[in-house]
């Protein structure tokens, strides 16, 4: 009975760990992005709508993940809005004519596939995804 | 009746077809290029204690007639080319009745991040959120406050067809700068409140509008989430129409030709936002000043009105988020038409309107929410000589207005 119940701790505890080691957020690009890395300032700018192109790096699209903990974790971590905040901030924007609503997927390798067959577009991912086919940004 | 009628249909047949599509954005392909719609859609209702507020009855059981929609067609023809138009429709107790407009249809083209120009029919940017003020679902609040976002006079300072210069310059470790400039013809609703103001005078506005150029700068601070800007805009507004001297004059029971003229008119604003984590605040003042002559010369008026705010919200989970603001106006004129009277002290109610306002805003689902709201009003800013509209308006209160006035708003919407 001990043991049953250490052996549930740890598989919780290792399922805990799972979720947060797989919520890594990396940020992708198409290869066509000249840019090999990016401020979290850029970053902010281009996922909310206040930017359109990397300095140097010429223009770019941004790709969302519709909902997640990857989505959750990058929003907290480079945006600093929840998910209601941020979709409320496009709103704005495409409802008063500033800016075109980005594309959201449903997945991480929907977003990894986007990205790379479009030329500009930058997105972000769980970091255990294959993300064959794009290049990956360091976030400065 | 049958307008009526057909309206209710057309309208129950829009909300049909976003249930229909599952309330998602929809998309499709001109050529190789895609092109969205979003639309969105807010149903409001308002009880008061005392005195109908923004021409509706809310003072009996309280009034519905409180709606609004808009739908946009944007393409992005290259990331830094798009085009778009939006079509906007409202009912709000007797203003906007139902009269579709072009809300914007703009082109807009980035050259670089510190230079875009759009063109067309385009929202002018004026203090916080002018140009995003009918985006109810982007705000906590059922009412953005009435001292600097009258709902009333909504289209006064909306848009303008012309063109825009702006970009936005990094200044390194002091953050960065973002400019909007702007020349057009400011294009007014004849459905508004000013129009409907000037009916308790016998005046029948059909043509408002007018030269409008201005500016605005806003500084992104390097205090994360501290914004602060400044804008400033001048109008040359001409407004025609007839008018009964009867009325208020006691002249001909005739219709004769009216015209106004603004020989100054402007806006100032300054502004502040700061959000940390779920919190946000704002501030804002706006000064607005008109001084027009009414034939040619013959009568002058000369308007000044103070209007600020403070407001804060915090949201505590991804469905619930309360706030409260404090929202302050008042106003002082001098008019030599016969007949009007002076401006009393800015302590009479017919001078000012203090607004304490506290909101509930539920997210029940993606695309709805419903926000609750109530308002605690010291003064309504419409006396027996009314000449610019706040919210109430004496051909609405025929026993008179009372000096306080307390609301109920609920409104819910949704958008895709």
Redesign the interface.
Known sequence: MKNLRYAILLLAAASIFAVHAQAQVIVIANPSVKATEISKSDLR?IFTG????LPGGG???PILLKAGTVHEEFLQAYI??????YR??W??L????????PKSLDSDAAVVEFVAHNP?AIGYIGKATPHDGVKVLTVK | MTRLILRSLAAGLCAAMALSLGLN?QEFKVGSKTV?I?G?GTQGFVHTNDNNWLTMRTSNIGSGAFTDA?V?L???I???L?I???VYDRKLGKLGDWHPQLD???G?Y?V??WLGF?GGK??TVLGLYN??Q??D???TFALLPQSVYSIDMRDATLSHIGGDIYG?IKAKKYGKF?YTGYVGDQIQSTHGGYPYLLTIHGIYINKTGGLTYGGDVRWQTPV??LLTGVSYEENQVRNTGLLNPSVALGGPNILTPYWEQSRSQFTKTIYGTY?Y??LRVDSEYKYFWRDFSIFDGQFLALIGTHAWYESAAY?VN?WF?FGGYYSHFDEDWIITVPGQVEAPSESDPSRHIYDKVVTARF?MYTHWYLKVEGHFMDGNAAGTNPQYPEGFYTQDNPQGLKPNTNALVVRAGF?F
Request: aromatic share 4%; charged share 25%.
């Open positions: 700018d206040n930017a359109t192109s223009s770019v699209v600093g809005k929840n998910d209601t905040a409320a901030g709103r704005s495409v409802f008063s004519g500033q800016a075109s609503m500009g | 954005a969205q979003h969105f808009g946009n944007t393409m992005q290259r990331p830094n798009r778009g138009g939006q914007w249809a703009t807009d980035r670089k991040p759009r385009v929202k140009d995003s009918d985006v679902s982007a705000h936005t973002s994360k989430g959000s984590k779920n949201r991804k988020e997210d958008s």
